[in-house]
């Protein structure tokens, strides 16, 4: 199973960028997926998650500017970044908590990160 990450790069604050990841290999089932972020000299922190079902969460710090979204059909999980600011300058790493093999009954519950993907955001 492979993470692949896309969309970063360099935003101005008040801009807005968009995160995609795509969940490829030997799936069976996706159970939750996660953004987080890594700024230097920083924990990495959980910034959203989303289960199968479309709940979501997110972490104060970007509540009402970023939006979780999902596609278990593609096993694709987007992250809408608006209203930047500096303070959201980090990588950011997609994570996926799910079941892999090739068969149900076979299956193992794994959980994969991806390379992750910088966001700068100049002031």
């Known amino acids: 199973v492979q993470l692949v990450e896309s969309g970063g790069g360099l935003a101005e604050a008040g801009g807005s960028l968009t995160l995609s990841c795509a969940a490829s290999?030997?799936?069976?089932?996706?159970?939750?997926m996660e953004w987080y972020r890594q700024a230097p000299g920083k924990q990495r922190e959980l910034v959203a998650s989303?289960?199968?079902?479309?709940?979501?969460n997110y972490a104060d710090s970007v509540k009402g500017r970023f939006t979780i979204s999902g596609d278990n059909a593609k096993n694709t999980v987007t992250l809408r970044l608006n209203s930047l600011r500096p303070e959201d300058t980090a990588v950011y790493y997609c994570n996926a908590d799910l079941y892999e093999g090739n068969h149900w009954a076979n299956r193992i519950r794994q959980n994969y990160w991806g390379q992750g993907t910088q966001v700068t955001v100049s002031s």
């Open positions: 290999g030997s799936i069976l089932s996706i159970n939750v």
């Open positions: 989303i289960t199968s079902k479309g709940n979501s």
